[in-house]
């Protein structure tokens, strides 16, 4: 059993700044990599920003120059720090990790979300 649990959304104007967490626990034997999605209302989920094993980075290209993703291999946490935030920012953030719980057993999971809203 995997849980993710996302940390650290909640409302800022615009311009603003909000540092999110994903905190993975349980049976975890190799990340392969972590990921931070999001969906607006009426809108399809799309990834924000992901990171692999190796450490290569990728985001998309709304948030590039304002968002970075980073983890701590130690505490099993992966971060996005988003700066210079704006309205269109505003969805539920969900964590991803694909990893395996096994040698042969790979798996995808999702943290439950975090509702960040940015106000003009």
């Known amino acids: 059993q995997v849980q993710l649990v996302e940390s650290g959304g909640g409302l800022v104007q615009a311009g603003g700044s909000l540092r999110l967490s994903c905190a993975a626990s349980g049976n975890i034997f190799r990340f392969n990599a972590m990921g931070w999605y999001r969906q607006a209302p009426g809108k399809q989920r799309e990834l924000v920003a992901g990171i692999r094993s190796g450490g290569s980075t990728n985001y998309a290209d709304s948030v590039k120059g304002r968002v970075t993703i980073s983890r701590d291999n130690a505490k099993n946490t992966v971060y996005l720090q988003m700066n210079s935030l704006k309205p269109e920012d505003t969805a539920v953030y969900y964590c991803?990790?694909?990893?395996?719980?096994?040698?042969?057993?790979?798996?995808?999971?999702w943290g439950q979300g975090t509702q960040v809203t940015v106000s003009s």
């Open positions: 991803n990790a694909d990893l395996n719980i096994s040698w042969y057993s790979r798996n995808n999971y």
